[in-house]
């Protein structure tokens, strides 16, 4: 058993060699015989799951041949992958296996989330959203600070958080996806695999410094990790003592800069306040039909001339009155509505564009922010009920 290496955790057991090829494969013949006689001893049983993995980085034509190895009377069978406390290791020591098994099984619960959407029915955005939290984001970010995610696995996994929030808001699969998530309040991935990382060092650091995690977090391995944690925590203005709502915030504030440097929805890039980050106001306030026309609105996916015109699927952006474009601003002075554009004058503020699309968070007084959102969510359902096929 000295030249043999135990990773215990409850009732999983993981047991490799010192050395590498034959050498280290007779090793781990002498510790499972040892492993064998002590179940004996105590009338134990081992699970019948137990299965071998060789890794190496040779191709499968150059890997060496690994006689059959015992636990026991059982010849344990040479498997590709194995998945141990949740996270899929593969004989090349990559996380392809397992980020396709995490796409697989988050896209598999997306589906079923989508299932109870339907049109004018609950549940509204704001369960959807509830939905998204409690069983998508758990799949993506178990183990986030032990494997790695690349470039491509974070825009599939970004896709498949959006999948139920653009569904129920009626938008189509070509929104963006960085501001439907930022809109809904949602993290998108790469602030998950941020705020993983610190809050497992924040944790770890308050442990003793005997504790196993704290032992093998200062190994050299780790170095890249920590180095990483830090620089992550300098980049967001935060100590490894900053509070979990810290976090959260510095991670909301992240997501937001990220998705003004994308590029898309400029519309609304321009009229979001640099310091405005969570969840939309009009998420929380409006119905169904209202959430889902400002959606649109904000995210450039309207039936406006204007819009279909910028994503040309319409020759002319002209209003059919005549008179201008008709984008969001024209629609609180188009001659087509004029009657329905007294409510929008008695507020006790200047109604413009940005407040029809649910930015209200540059009012300063609470009711005035509800108030915005009542007055422009009537006008809306009214546009919708006037308009052939709405906004």
């Known amino acids: 058993m ?4 135990l990773l215990l955790f409850a009732d999983d057991i993981a047991v490799y060699g010192v050395h590498g090829k034959g050498r280290g494969d007779a090793q781990l013949r002498i510790a499972l015989k040892a492993h064998y ?7 134990m049983r081992f699970s019948p799951k ?6 190496t980085a040779l191709r499968d ?10 636990l026991g009377p059982t010849v344990l069978s040479l498997v590709s992958s194995y998945r141990y406390l949740g996270l899929l290791y593969d004989d090349r020591l990559t996380w392809r296996q397992h980020a396709e098994a995490t796409a697989a099984k988050a896209r598999q619960r997306a589906y079923l989330i989508s299932r109870v959407i339907r049109r004018g029915r609950p549940p509204d955005v704001r369960a959807v959203r509830t939905l998204v939290l409690a069983m998508l984001v758990p799949i993506i970010t178990y183990g986030l600070p032990f494997w790695r995610v690349r470039a491509h696995r974070i825009n599939e996994f970004n896709s498949i958080l959006c999948a139920p929030l653009r569904r129920v808001l009626l938008l189509p699969s070509s929104t963006h996806r960085l501001t439907v998530l930022a809109d809904c309040g949602v993290p998108d991935v790469a602030s998950l695999i941020s705020m993983s990382s610190i809050t497992y060092a924040q944790r770890v650091t308050a442990l003793p410094l005997s504790h196993p995690c704290s032992v093998i977090l200062k190994q050299r391995q780790f170095v890249s990790f920590s180095t990483r944690v830090k620089s992550q925590l300098a980049n967001w203005s935060l100590t490894m003592d900053s509070s979990s709502a810290a976090v959260h915030r510095a991670a909301s504030l992240a997501q937001m800069a990220t998705w003004r440097a994308d590029g898309a929805c400029r519309d609304l890039v321009a009229i979001r306040p640099l310091s405005a980050f969570g969840t939309a106001a009009y998420i929380l306030f409006d119905d169904a039909v209202t959430c ?14 204007h819009s279909q015109h910028r994503r040309h699927l319409r020759a002319s952006a002209r209003c059919s009155c005549g008179d201008d474009d008709e984008t969001v601003a024209h629609l609180l002075v188009c001659s087509n509505y004029a009657h329905l554009h007294g409510a929008l004058r008695a507020v006790p503020f200047v109604f413009d564009a940005s407040l029809l699309m649910g930015e209200v968070s540059w009012l300063r007084r609470s009711r005035h922010r509800r108030l915005a959102l009542q007055v422009g969510g009537a006008f809306l359902r009214s546009l919708c009920e006037l308009r052939p096929r709405g906004i």
């Open 61 to 70: 034509a150059t890997r060496p041949h690994v006689k059959p190895i015992r």
């Open 2 to 5: 000295d030249r043999c290496k």
């Open 37 to 43: 006689r002590w179940s004996v001893r105590w009338r």
């Open 292 to 305: 889902a026309a400002r959606a649109r609105l904000r995210m450039n996916r309207s039936y406006l001339h």
């Open 50 to 55: 137990s299965q071998l993995v060789q890794f």
